[in-house]
Structures are given as C-alpha cells and as structure tokens.
C-alpha cells in the first residue's frame, strides 16, 4: 500500500538557519505530494503542493521538489524563524482509491523547534 | 469564508460511553473527509462523503463507529462504547470537487477516554 516516511524530530535549529526535513513515498502510480503544517493548538494547514514529477512547490519561504527517481520530496527553507516552530507532515493522495486523488496518507510528522 | 468548524473542541468520556463530533465544512464544500490523529503520529483517513454520499471507509472504522452527513453539509462521527485506544484528535476536513488536492482541515476535537 501507499506510506510516507519522514525524518524523525525534534529538529532543533537556530534562527536564521537553514531547514530540510526529508520525505520519501511508496505509492503505485502517480501521487500528488503535500507538506503540511501544525502549529500548536491549531489544525493541519496546506503549506505546499506537487503534483507532478520535477514540479516544485513553494509557499513562504519553503520549497519542495517532486523527484519521481528517489521517490522523494524533502522541505527545505533556507532562513527559519521562530514563529516556523511547529510540526510538518508530508503527505501523499491515493491515486488509485474510490477518493482518488483526495484521501491523504501522511508520515509520522516532524517536530521543528526554532530557538532566537 | 469561515472554515472547518468542529465541536466539541474537547471531549472526556468514560469508557464505555458513546460520543458525538460534529463537523461543518467550508460552505459550497462537497467533499467531507474524518481523519485521526494519535499523539506523536500522522493523521489517518477514516472516511469520507460526497455532498451526502459516503463513498469510502477505511478498516480503520470499526463498527462501533459511524459517520453520516444527512443533508450533505454538516456530518457527525459517533463513537459507541469507547474504549481507551479511542483516545485521539479526530480532524474533519473539506474540499471542492474541482479542487480536489485543496483540502482544508479544522482545528480537531480531542477525545480523552478514562
């Protein structure tokens, strides 16, 4: 079946740094690819989208690329700040399923912590 | 445009006791999905309805479970005899047919079996 796998957290950076959380995927077919964002005490935010192969997504600051060859498609953002503190999940949508293309499989999420 | 509601934001049962979530997605949206979300871990699809139709149920959802969305605008999830594996955020979420990768979710109701 479909999976997503993401880089254990906390990550712990210093302002100003530089921020990749890595994700790979399994999925028969073609997914689309998101990263979303968990502030604490609020829900699950759409921060970004792919939905094709070598396609990029961007949204404040942060950038993800679709790579079909490494079945990946890492965060990254080159200057965090504090308010960036928060939990990331990728996730990836079925593209076989009777909710095709919405029903969402997400990884374990990844703590991101931004010290001043 | 209001966003996903959800109610209650917070809910403490004892076991055994049956309980209601109520989701009202963003207005004109058809599709309605429930996810749950354990700590420390990713959502995971429960179902989900188009307008009043519920087209898809992950094994996840026991059959202490139900979700209905009568009219095809709010929906509710109840959870009969809980039990403590229950405990969890149960996230609702919505989206446009015509958006279909554009899903937006509300903030969760937390459920707390004791």
Same mark, same amino acid.
């Given at each position: 079946?479909?999976?997503?796998?993401?880089?254990?957290?906390?990550?712990?950076?210093?302002?100003?740094?530089? !921020?990749?959380?890595?994700?790979?995927?399994?999925?028969?077919?073609?997914?689309?690819?998101?990263?979303?964002?968990?502030?604490?005490?609020?829900?699950?935010? !759409?921060?970004?989208?792919?939905?094709?192969?070598?396609?990029?997504?961007?949204?404040?600051?942060?950038?993800?690329?679709?790579?079909?060859?490494?079945?990946?498609?890492? !965060?990254?953002?080159?200057?965090?700040?504090?308010?960036?503190?928060?939990?990331?999940?990728?996730?990836?949508?079925?593209?076989?399923?009777?909710?095709?293309?919405?029903?969402?499989?997400?990884?374990?999420?990844?703590?991101?912590?931004?010290?001043? | 445009?209001?966003?996903?509601?959800?109610?209650?934001?917070?809910?403490?049962?004892?076991?055994?006791?049956?309980?209601?979530?109520?989701?009202?997605?963003?207005?004109?949206?058809?599709?309605?999905?429930?996810?749950?979300?354990?700590?420390?871990?990713?959502?995971?699809?429960?179902?989900?309805?188009?307008?009043?139709?519920?087209?898809?149920?992950?094994?996840?959802?026991?059959?202490?479970?139900?979700?209905?969305?009568?009219?095809?605008?709010?929906?509710?999830?109840?959870?009969?005899?809980?039990?403590?594996?229950?405990?969890?955020?149960?996230?609702?979420?919505?989206?446009?047919?015509?958006?279909?990768?554009?899903?937006?979710?509300?903030?969760?109701?937390?459920?707390?079996?004791?």
């Amino acid at each position: 079946g479909n999976s997503v796998t993401q880089m254990e957290g906390p990550v712990t950076l210093s302002e100003e740094a530089f !921020l990749t959380i890595n994700c790979t995927y399994t999925a028969t077919g073609y997914p689309s690819l998101f990263w979303y964002v968990q502030y604490p005490g609020e829900g699950l935010q !759409l921060l970004l989208k792919a939905t094709k192969a070598d396609d990029k997504g961007s949204n404040k600051g942060f950038e993800a690329t679709y790579r079909k060859e490494t079945t990946s498609f890492h !965060l990254e953002k080159g200057s965090v700040q504090v308010s960036d503190s928060a939990v990331y999940f990728c996730a990836l949508s079925d593209p076989f399923g009777k909710a095709a293309g919405n029903k969402l499989t997400f990884g374990g999420g990844t703590r991101v912590l931004v010290k001043p | 445009d209001t966003g996903v509601s959800q109610d209650p934001r917070h809910k403490i049962t004892k076991r055994g006791q049956n309980v209601t979530f109520r989701c009202d997605p963003i207005s004109e949206h058809n599709r309605l999905y429930w996810y749950r979300q354990t700590l420390g871990q990713g959502p995971e699809f429960l179902t989900y309805f188009q307008n009043e139709a519920q087209l898809e149920k992950s094994r996840l959802l026991s059959d202490r479970f139900s979700a209905e969305r009568p009219k095809g605008s709010f929906s509710t999830l109840e959870i009969q005899r809980t039990e403590q594996g229950d405990s969890a955020m149960y996230l609702c979420a919505s989206s446009l047919v015509v958006q279909a990768d554009t899903i937006y979710f509300g903030e969760g109701s937390w459920l707390t079996v004791v």
